[in-house]
């Protein structure tokens, strides 16, 4: 339809809608709604109906409306506001764009497959109002099609590779400086008196939750701190690079006042600021040309994770997904609520499950023996729901990022050395053989010795007695015996990957000899001429039934 | 996958047969026709026509599926699809709903495959997930597998072991039938199964000549009486897997007697049911007799053990290839494992703890000359010592799989430089294994600035909190 207020010599009237990127700093699609513009307002829509059924922690949500406030206060100080919008994209805009009379819309480029398919379809309705719709990309270091491009149009599924091919492109896109008084000053925004009412930030009550007894957030959203925490970090690269590197130490395990991953995920922080401080950082200190590509190593994992992610919708499932193997998970709610609440009955993953679920954040070590815990290691359950667990409790949960990780640590892609395995036990004692962090997230267990506090359930009686704990009444039991279930484990997933054997290269423990004649697998009734992991569904049952009669 | 060689299913090449033979039959029949029909064209009744040879030929390439769309086409095709050769392999597959998200054979489909072919049956498995109710009816399929002459059976658990829910009985009813009936059984794979002496003692009864495989991991209720029966009395046994409760100096010497042939692989589970279990230990001369006689047999090994239970183990030589150690290991006994285990070709070590391996991994080098593969998991060795490691490996190291973390940067050599130095003494481009670090910025920078080069003194304070820095 032909929107009736165009005619000639028509304001430029700019929205620009905040998704993630939720900052002022590094916004080169923000500046593009201001520049020439008449009027500019930013909004955020969220649905607070959809908040409880929204696979979404409270620490989450409660991260996400600290970040708006923190915009909303940034924006004020340059005399405008963050405008929340309640419902679902498709029918506020509409509405906004009649309203406010909107010939341009600005958003930050979303590279996930449903950020794509949902702005697919916001950018068709935009054109159908006659408001212009700019999208660049700022939450990536580099642009992920020219990646994709650079390797034969299809993503790298190896870090290395990866690394070979970003090494060969133009460094990242210099960072932008903030939204400047200036800028803001051109443009002038409507606040209507009501605005708090109309267009307010929601509270967590509104959301649906209770907040009695809610502990402090141990990380605090928004921009600002975001930025804060930058400074502080770059602080203690210096320091530390002047004198010995730290190993991972129990320190470490416990959220760090300079950790930046849940501002890289919402957006608060732009990975190109942080890349070039990097960078910068790197050059002062060795007074060399350029910093290996493995100063920037996390920042190219988040990378690589977005790049296998962003032409693949069935990226975050088994089935239908090209880079999947299929592996006969288990399926066990029991089993699963379990770890999901930390009640597994050892103490290294329930402490870790707990920090999870009260913080919102846990040590990349962590992860990987939770994970493989749930997963290859004891409970043979499915990835997937793992990375819901993950999804809705942990701060730095990038779909992508989340996805990809769990498939990596699931041995499901991209990695196949399956024998690599974290002892429940073991793990956790090496990593931190004081056990602090069990007595501070298991309080129960504080009063157990170094010697059990990883394996109470093998304490003698008097022990376990005199730490007021007695295992199987105040502590469980361990849900599983580790030693039997690894050893199940390492044989599903060989036979998993001894049928993969001729594709995918052979994997340490996966071609076990065998005698070749008479174990010859028979056929089942689903194809297997075919290479690759997928196997196809049946299409009919009733026709296989009717051809037997 | 591996195929049957012989035109089953191979999707990879032709099969053998005689499509030669088989094309110039069609084209001699489709000219015959032709002839008598006139001069019309009738390329519809050619189809109708194909030989059974060659619509056999082809059905065997067809998933089966595809096979039962076709096989709705006409009677010949329908006949076709009926034959026996199509019926030889079958793996069905039990699942439930609520346990596994695979699908399942159809039930109308079992019923069908018992009532018409089962007779035809020859290589049969059972693929069940996690529930009772699945391995219970691979039971009961096996149960009424009366006309069946089987040369493989497979009873396999995708997830958790579910044939052990399974009431004992029924099991070793259903097993029982097949035993009896199929007579020249030459493949078995029933681990984690109730299997128990006395059907070990059907099985021989009934099938000693044919027997070549036999895998039993984890079969609680068979002693080391009831293998030594199977080893006496199968002497065409040439691959083994079992627990090492069931491994005795006599069942070795049983393998190694003169009318048996050269057993080609055994491979051993060595599983920790509680903390502090005693192992028996097998005489080195039951092993020597075992390598005298069959001198190129794989002997695999898998530990699943505490730290502390390794005492009855690696203090003679022990004539294992494939190693696997399932849990953390010390640094002593992979010390006993450098002196003791000349014949090793794979090691996998899945963690050690924070003491590096730098000697012990020499040794190994110097006296597992026939070491072709390694894997370290939460282990730690100096980049220097892994750099002579692969030195004095050289080129026969095929699969070298080191998680990054494992190395530690010191005088001579950074992360950043030790990749080219292994490439170049392997002979191809190597580098560590990696696993994703999620979290930006953590306190760990070990490899980004490449620090001066000294000893590191961090390096003997395992666990030592530098509590300044945070």
Known sequence: ?549 | MKRIKGGEEDGHGPPSGSPPEACKKVRTQASEESEAAGASDAPVSDWARLPQELLLHIFQYLPLLDRAYASQVGRRWNQTFHMPELWRCFEFELNQPASSYLKATHPDLIKQIIKRHSNHLQYVSFKVDSSTESAEAACDILSQLVNCSLKTLGLISTARPSFMEVPKSHFISALTVVFVNSKSLSSLKIDDTPVDDPSLKVLVANNSDTLKLLKMSSCPHVSPAGILCVADQCHGLRELALNYHLLSDELLLALSSEKHVHLEHLRIDVVSENPGQHFHTIKRSSWDAMVRHSPKFNLVMYFFLYEDEFGPFFNEEVPVTHLYFGRSVSKEVLGRVGLHCPRLVELVVCANGLRPLDEELIRIAKHCTQLSAIGLGECEVSCSAFVEFVKMCGRRLSQLSIMEEVLIPDNKYSLDEIHWEVSKHLGRVWFPDMMPTWVPFCDQWRSSIPWKKQAAPWLHQKGACTSGLT
């Open chain 1, 1 to 549: 339809g032909h929107a009736p207020w165009l005619g000639v010599a028509m304001a430029v009237n700019s929205v620009h809608w905040f998704r993630k990127g939720l900052r002022l700093h590094d916004n080169p699609v923000l500046q593009e709604a201001l520049d020439g513009a008449d009027g500019a307002r930013c909004v955020y829509i969220l649905d607070p109906w959809f908040a409880g059924a929204a696979n979404v922690g409270i620490n989450r949500w409660r991260f996400l409306l600290e970040a708006l406030e923190d915009l909303d206060s940034s924006l004020k100080k340059l005399k405008s506001r963050l405008f929340v919008i309640r419902g679902q994209p498709t029918d506020v805009f509409p509405r906004l764009f009649k309203e406010w009379e909107v010939t341009r819309l600005t958003f930050e480029y979303d590279p996930e497959p449903y950020g794509k398919e949902r702005d697919g379809a916001i950018i068709k309705m935009a054109q159908e109002f006659g408001v212009e719709t700019i999208v660049r990309n700022a939450h990536t270091l580099y642009d992920l099609d020219r990646i994709i491009e650079a390797n034969n149009n299809s993503p790298p599924l190896t870090f290395k590779r990866f690394q070979a091919i970003v090494s060969r492109l133009e460094l990242p896109r210099r960072p932008l400086p903030p939204i400047s008084q200036q800028q803001m000053d051109r443009c002038r925004t409507n606040i209507a008196d009501n605005h708090n009412q109309q267009y307010s930030i929601p509270s967590l009550e509104e959301l649906g939750f209770r907040t009695e007894g809610l502990p402090p957030a141990v990380w605090h959203g928004g921009e600002s701190e975001a930025l804060d925490r930058l400074n502080k970090h770059l602080d203690k690269k210096v320091w530390v690079a002047n004198f010995e590197p730290p190993r991972v130490n129990t320190c470490s395990l416990y959220a760090s006042p300079t950790g930046l991953s849940p501002y890289l995920r919402f957006g608060c922080l732009s990975c190109r600021v942080l890349y070039y401080n990097l960078r910068e950082l790197y050059m002062k200190l060795r007074k060399r040309c350029s910093p290996p590509l493995s100063l920037f190593g996390q920042l190219l994992w988040r990378e690589f994770f977005y790049t296998a992610a962003t032409n693949n919708p069935n990226f975050d499932r088994m089935e239908a997904n090209p880079i999947c193997v299929q592996i006969p998970w288990d399926q066990n709610p029991e089993a699963l609520a379990k770890w999901a609440e930390g009640r597994t009955g050892f103490p290294w993953i329930d402490a870790i499950m707990t920090q999870l679920r009260q913080e919102g954040w846990i040590h990349h070590l962590a992860r990987h023996a939770v994970a493989c815990f749930l997963t290859r290691g004891d409970l043979w359950i499915s990835w997937e729901s793992g990375m819901k667990v993950f999804e809705e409790l942990l701060l730095d949960a990038d779909w992508s990022v989340n996805a990809g990780s769990w498939m990596w640590l699931s041995c499901s892609a991209f990695f196949q050395q399956f024998f690599h395995c974290y002892c429940p036990v073991g793990f956790g004692r090496r990593t931190d053989p004081s056990g602090d962090y069990i007595r501070r997230y298991i309080p129960m267990l504080k009063d157990y010795p170094d010697r059990y506090i990883y394996e109470p359930w093998n304490a003698p009686q008097s022990v376990q007695k005199a730490a007021n704990c007695v295992v199987g009444v105040d502590y469980p039991k361990p849900m599983i015996n580790h030693a039997e279930g690894s050893r199940l484990n390492i044989e599903r997933m060989k036979q998993v990957y001894q049928q993969l054997s001729h594709y995918r290269g052979l994997s340490l423990l996966a071609s076990v000899p065998t005698i070749q004649e008479e174990a010859e697998p028979p056929m089942t009734d689903e194809s297997l001429s075919g290479s690759g992991p997928g196997r196809r569904k049946h299409k009919s049952k009733i026709l296989i039934f009717r051809w037997m009669m």
